[in-house]
């Protein structure tokens, strides 16, 4: 099995990954909302225009098996710092725990730290499965964010 790694640019992929970015929100999203959600793709394509996202894209014989998309952007609480923050991230189910999403984060921190960035934030859903491989690849809890329904 050779999975393949190549940063990828959104506009040329859109077609390609719009539906995994559905299949991909309604796994990870659904169970929070009460309502059909839908991922806005156009939004991410403005910030990549701007060159505020990033995407890493992670390929099986041709086929996309899954993908990190990242903002990279000036930190709003801290002059002259940048933050690279993971927005979203997926990995086909049957490929999961085989590094593939160690691989995809380990690229994507080099390409935010020669972008400018000094932190790498990664936003995950609650889900204490995930900590110790977090934890494993030398990530630190740094911050939990709380939701309400409105």
């Not at 640019?9 to 991909?24: A, D, Y």
């Amino acid at each position: 099995m050779q999975i393949t790694y190549q940063f990828e640019r959104l506009h040329h992929i859109k077609e390609e990954i719009l539906p995994i970015l559905e299949v991909h929100a309604q796994e990870v999203d659904k169970p929070y909302l009460d309502k059909d959600i839908v991922p806005d793709v156009e939004g991410y394509l403005a910030l990549e225009r701007i060159g505020y996202i990033a995407c890493i894209v992670a390929r099986l014989e041709g086929k996309m098996v899954g993908y990190m998309i990242c903002g990279l952007l000036p930190n709003l609480h801290y002059k002259g710092t940048k933050t690279a923050e993971t927005v979203l991230f997926y990995v086909d189910p049957s490929l999961r725990g085989k590094g593939i999403f160690r691989t995809m984060k380990d690229l994507m921190a080099k390409e935010a730290k020669r972008a400018g960035a000094d932190t790498f934030l990664l936003a995950v859903k609650a889900n204490r499965q995930s900590d110790r491989a977090f934890k494993r690849m030398g990530m630190l809890p740094y911050e939990v964010k709380y939701y309400e329904k409105l």
